[in-house]
Nanobody
Framework: QVQLVESGGGLVQAGASLRLSCAAS????????MGWFRQAPGKEREFVAI???????YYTDSVKGRFTISRDNAKNTVYLQMNSLKPEDTAVYYC?????????????????WGPGTQVTVSS
């Protein structure tokens, strides 16, 4: 089992920055692909960014150049630095983990999820 807990969400104005953190426990963190997903009201959960040990990352088009995913395997933590936030970034952000190295963007491919943290961007 892997336990995930997100932190760092909040209410900010458009153009501001936030950094989300996700602390993982339970298994060897470096063996997992870690992802950030988000879900806005009335919408399906969508992929934001994913990372695997070794540095490979992948982003959805709408956040490229603004968001950066990083991980600290020594601290069992993955981060999402969000810059130039827009109102359309408003959502509950979830951290997720899947065992292996395949960078997959489908939420169903991830076995473990955190409870989520709310990010609200006002215009």
């Amino acid at each position: 089992q892997v336990q995930l807990v997100e932190s760092g969400g909040g209410l900010v104005q458009a153009g501001a920055s936030l950094r989300l953190s996700c602390a993982a426990s339970g298994r060897t963190f470096s063996n997992y692909v870690m992802g950030w997903f988000r879900q806005a009201p009335g919408k399906e959960r969508e992929f934001v960014a994913i990372s695997r040990s070794g540095g490979s990352t992948y982003y959805t088009d709408s956040v490229k150049g603004r968001f950066t995913i990083s991980r600290d395997n020594a601290k069992n933590t993955v981060y999402l630095q969000m810059n130039s936030l827009k109102p359309e970034d408003t959502a509950v952000y979830y951290c997720a983990a899947r065992l292996g190295v395949l960078l997959t963007t489908g939420p169903r491919d991830y076995n473990y999820w955190g409870p989520g943290t709310q990010v609200t961007v006002s215009s």
